[in-house]
Nanobody, 124 residues
Framework: QVQLAESGGGLVQAGGSLRLSCIRS????????MGWFRQAPGKEREFVAA????????YYSESVKGRFTISRDNTKNSVYLQMNSLKPEDTAVYSC?????????????????WGQGTQVTVSS
């Protein structure tokens, strides 16, 4: 069984930065993709970013491209999301997820394991 735990959320003013972390525990897979998704109140879950097992394949949603950076450290079983130039519309619960395939995907249904999420609130 795989478990994911996010941390790093909080309250920040518009234009500020936050760094989210996601620590993975459980069985080790030689190749897996990690993704970040977010869900704002009253809205559907939205893809944010994904990174494949070795970091060679990275994909961002258009809404965060150029502001957010996803990275991973396989030695620490961790994935990160550096969020800069935050906007009020970035306010949401951010969750990390694992897809047990080598390729990235923007489809949340293709991710098998999910963390509980961490709240990010950006004030104007």
């Amino acid at each position: 069984q795989v478990q994911l735990a996010e941390s790093g959320g909080g309250l920040v003013q518009a234009g500020g930065s936050l760094r989210l972390s996601c620590i993975r525990s459980g069985r080790t897979f030689s190749t897996y993709t990690m993704g970040w998704f977010r869900q704002a109140p009253g809205k559907e879950r939205e893809f944010v970013a994904a990174i494949n097992w070795n970091g060679a394949d990275i994909y961002y949603s258009e809404s965060v491209k150029g502001r957010f950076t996803i990275s991973r450290d396989n030695t620490k079983n961790s994935v990160y999301l550096q969020m800069n130039s935050l906007k009020p519309e970035d306010t949401a619960v951010y969750s990390c997820a694992e897809r047990s395939r080598a390729a990235t995907s923007v489809n949340g249904a293709e991710y098998r394991y999910w963390g509980q999420g961490t709240q990010v609130t950006v004030s104007s």
